[in-house]
């Protein structure tokens, strides 16, 4: 139209009219209103179906007429299905639907430390609204390959046998898996009350969990002031399918602004089964074509670019770090399981927790066997690797041998001693839940099991040992404490006043009879 008025021969100021015409009509037209409203055409248990939203984008947020939520699914040619993120109760067919303009988001930033609310970023606890000025999509790409710096970085969980064993690193996704009832969230609650003297912001994503377990969990992380550097997002099991499948998109969401501030976030996903069945039913209620075990055929994918988006950013990105620990729960110890194998196949490592370890009293109940960490010993500081040595190994050998060595047959004397020897590093690796181990006393236990210092100590007597090193230990090593947080390897003269130590604890142990643990029937072979 342009070029055919410029070439008709029409006087300059009728042309000059025309087109100051124009923009006149682009300005009104850019000052309307326009408000795009659907009208829904069915529901069903927790999705509605929605006609009349031709514009509407996939994931978008959408109001409905009493005020309650939705997000947009499935884009059919004339349709659109509706996720709710409310109660459906008071939701009917031919009501009204109204566009946001908005992708699914939820409020970020430094007012959100210390509060509880659920997927969609509305309070749970009793300390008012939440007034954030900033926003997050919770579906955002992952950071590139190039922005990504090695996981070099060690996050101390306080436990022994993962520290030690089982390493995890600042922006690592490492599983956490086994059966139920085995001590899966017990650890990860233990690596967050372990971060209290730390620089770590800790978000747990509590996905299709009992209101009763989180708030055993909300209880603990208060009681130990756990709560003031940490965020708990809640998708209960009661609540709408939409809200558990959201749950763990919108935690990273808020992790991913504190780790472009240059911070360490660790963000626990309890857990990614519950979110895989939530994904199903949404998805069979939708229509989508099932595969195996009825799962969608991108149940992997809905994972992989959730743990994708863990990582450790370059410096000139921001610095910071998002760790991830997703937990699984398997079905009479099958690892082999659909659920279980595609998470494996996407984390860089598992904790397993054995049933038999959990049910005679071995805790935490880490089967090192079939626990590795992919990264291994590069994120662990120098002291450790000094002191750990062949220890997964000789710890490996020992419960092979203890199995043949109930059957009563004639053992040698490196049997036996090997046998001895795993005992107490068996003993060592036991923890209480909510009592986690400093990196001195860590080390200090780790150096007495790898040099022998224990092989005269009774078994009943461990716990007293480990007891007397939390007590005795003050701040007499400030230099040695200095040294193995810079990542520095400890000297021989270290290592000699530290066995010294040791051994003054030992000898006053063994010598006392009043230190024997009347509670522990250990039997030694």
Request: hydrophobic share 35%; aromatic share 6%.
């Amino acid at each position: 139209m342009k070029e055919l008025i410029q070439n008709m021969p029409l006087q300059e100021h009728i042309k000059e009219t025309f087109f100051r015409m124009k923009k006149v009509v682009k300005k009104q037209e850019a000052s309307f209103d326009f408000q795009e409203i659907g009208i829904i055409t069915s529901v069903g248990k927790n999705i509605v179906k929605a006609n009349g939203l031709p514009n509407v984008k996939s994931g978008e947020i959408v109001r409905f007429k009493k005020g309650q939520l939705g997000m947009v699914f499935n884009l059919n040619t004339d349709s659109a299905d509706i996720i709710l993120l409310d109660e459906a109760a008071s939701i009917g067919s031919t009501d009204e639907v109204e566009r946001t303009d908005r992708v699914m988001s939820v409020p970020v930033g430094e007012i959100l430390l210390g509060r509880i609310i659920d997927s969609v970023g509305r309070p749970l606890d009793d300390k008012g609204a939440i007034r954030s000025t900033e926003y997050a999509p919770i579906e955002q790409d992952a950071a590139a390959i190039m922005d990504r710096d090695p996981v070099n970085i060690p996050l101390q969980t306080g436990l022994l046998v993962v520290d030690s064993l089982v390493p995890v690193g600042r922006g690592q996704r490492e599983l956490i898996l086994g059966d139920r009832q085995t001590g899966k969230t017990a650890i990860a609650i233990d690596t967050i009350l372990n971060q209290k003297k730390g620089d770590v912001v800790c978000i747990y994503c509590a996905i299709g969990q009992q209101i009763s377990s989180v708030a055993r969990v909300i209880s603990r992380l208060k009681s130990s002031q756990a709560i003031d550097y940490s965020i708990v997002l809640v998708a209960s099991g009661d609540e709408a399918p939409g809200l558990n499948y959201i749950a763990p998109y919108a935690a990273t969401s808020i992790g991913e602004y504190f780790m472009r501030k240059g911070k360490d976030v660790l963000v626990i996903y309890d857990d990614l089964t519950q979110h895989a069945r939530s994904y199903r039913e949404l998805s069979l209620l939708m229509r989508r074509p099932p595969a195996r075990e009825a799962f969608p055929g991108d149940i992997f994918y809905i994972h992989s670019r959730l743990l994708e988006r863990a990582t450790h950013l370059k410096k000139e990105y921001g610095g910071g770090s998002l760790t991830a620990l997703p937990i699984i729960e398997t079905e009479a110890q099958n690892l082999s399981a659909y659920i279980p194998t595609n998470i494996i196949s996407i984390t860089d490592g598992q904790i397993y927790l054995s049933p038999q370890l959990f049910q005679g009293g071995i805790l935490p109940a880490v089967d090192v066997g079939k626990s590795v960490s992919r990264v291994g010993g590069k994120t662990q500081l120098a002291a450790y690797r000094q002191v750990v040595g062949d220890l997964r190994l000789s710890y490996s050998q020992f419960q092979e041998l203890e199995i043949f060595s109930r059957f009563g047959t004639q053992l040698d004397e490196n049997t036996k001693k090997t046998l001895t020897r795993g005992r107490r590093i068996r003993e060592i690796l036991k923890q209480n839940q909510y009592e986690p181990y400093s990196v001195l006393e860590q080390i200090i236990l780790l150096l007495a099991v790898s040099r022998g210092l224990l092989d005269e100590v009774p078994i009943n007597k461990i716990s007293a040992f480990k007891k007397r090193i939390k007590e005795d230990i003050k701040d007499n090593f400030s230099g040695i404490t200095e040294k193995i947080n810079n990542n520095k390897t400890l000297s021989s003269d270290d290592k000699e006043r530290l066995s010294y130590f040791i051994q003054e604890i030992t000898d006053s142990i063994v010598k006392d009879t009043d230190y024997a643990d009347a509670g522990d029937n250990s039997q030694e072979n």
